[in-house]
């Protein structure tokens, strides 16, 4: 069984102030019911988690209902970081999960044949992550006004999602995490710490996270709606 948990319990301060970008529209629909309806239409997806907000509980059951998705939902609650949010979410799945991809919820153009590709490559190897080799020259300052030196760009990768794993190693892999009271930028983040090595998963599309209000014209060309 394949479960997908989509992470929409951030706060995106990057918006501005009073902002919830998973909510803006993008032509019929928000932004995190695009990012649902990529994996409700999944054929390798079996049952989707949510994590949100408390409060926001009645919106996302109201989604699924204006939006007639099919598969089984469930919501869980979100955390304080975004590791706690995943947590709480691998918490909820169906005993019978083995495979789950963690999505950004406003991650909206992710593709079928994206999210397929990293279930199959986590079922061989335990981790995945969907990812695109870096093609601009990058440059590395520790205070945001000086360069202090040019990276090799040949061994960079920019990772996104879904990050796809067996269910029972990104938990072990969570649990150290939280054992030692870190914190991790990404869920494959949790694997190195532990040692398990994660496949890349060319991702040859473009699959942008919505962050700041400059990235919407773009998103939404990508999704086909108007302005």
Do not use: Y
């Amino acid at each position: 069984m394949t479960s997908a948990l989509i992470v929409a319990a951030g706060s995106g301060t990057r918006m501005g102030p009073g902002v919830d970008k998973l909510f803006l529209e993008l032509g019929d629909r928000p932004v995190v019911a695009h990012t649902w309806a990529r994996f409700d239409s999944a054929a390798c997806v079996d049952e989707i988690i949510l994590v949100v907000r408390d409060g926001l509980q009645d919106a996302f059951h109201a989604l699924a209902e204006r939006h007639q998705f099919r598969k089984p939902f469930r919501l869980a609650a979100g955390g304080r970081e975004r590791q706690d949010s995943v947590w709480n979410g691998i918490e909820a799945l169906d005993p019978a999960a083995e495979i789950v991809a963690i999505q950004d919820g406003a991650r909206p153009c992710t593709n079928g044949p994206l999210i397929e590709a990293t279930c199959a490559a986590a079922r061989l190897s335990g981790a995945a992550v969907a990812a695109q080799a870096a093609v601009d020259t990058i440059k590395e300052s520790a205070d945001g006004r000086w360069v202090d030196r040019t990276l090799d760009r040949s061994r960079l990768w920019a990772v996104q999602t879904p990050q796809t794993f067996r269910v029972e190693l990104i938990r072990r892999a969570l649990r150290e995490v939280r054992a030692r009271g870190l914190t991790v930028t990404d869920d494959t983040a949790a694997c190195e710490l532990i040692g398990h090595r994660v496949a890349l998963v060319p991702s040859p599309l473009p699959n942008p996270k919505v962050t700041r209000p400059e990235d919407l014209p773009f998103i939404r060309f990508l999704l086909g709606t108007a302005a």
